[in-house]
């Protein structure tokens, strides 16, 4: 559909821009990388990952936040799950950059993603 073709689009744009803002220019290995049933956002040389995830918070309602949520949930664990068994590296952290924040459903999904999931969480 058109809207999903569109938000496809601004999450590509989304994720350039993050893979080549100053804070993780250098140590960028790869944009898009294909891993077993998905990819990565941006891998970095040290094993890193970044998901990048535009959200319009002013948009979402609770159907659609948990939606959202649980997609983190299942990326968080491939990437993990990447990171452990075929980079040989548990210690890889992983970032989840938001392109903004709202005072409503941004703490909700800081907290989730920090204290339920572990991984660290920024906004550009």
Same mark, same amino acid.
């Given at each position: 559909?058109?809207?999903?073709?569109?938000?496809?689009?601004?999450g590509a744009v989304f994720e350039a821009e993050v893979a080549v803002d100053s804070r993780y220019v250098d140590d960028v290995v790869e944009v898009r990388k294909k891993i077993p049933n998905g990819d990565i956002d941006i891998l970095f040389k040290n094993d $890193? *990952? *970044?998901e990048a995830k535009n *959200? $319009?918070?002013?948009? *979402?309602?609770r159907k659609e936040f948990n939606k959202h949520k649980s997609k983190l949930g299942g990326q968080i664990r491939k990437y993990k799950d990447y990171q452990i068994n075929t980079l040989n590296n548990p210690d890889a952290e992983i970032k989840v950059v938001f392109k903004n924040e709202d005072s409503y459903w941004y703490p909700e999904m800081k907290a989730f993603l920090e204290d339920d999931k572990g991984v660290l969480v920024e906004v550009l």
């Open positions: 559909s058109k809207n999903e073709n569109w938000g496809r689009l601004k $890193d *990952i *970044i *959200i $319009d918070w002013s948009t *979402i309602d």
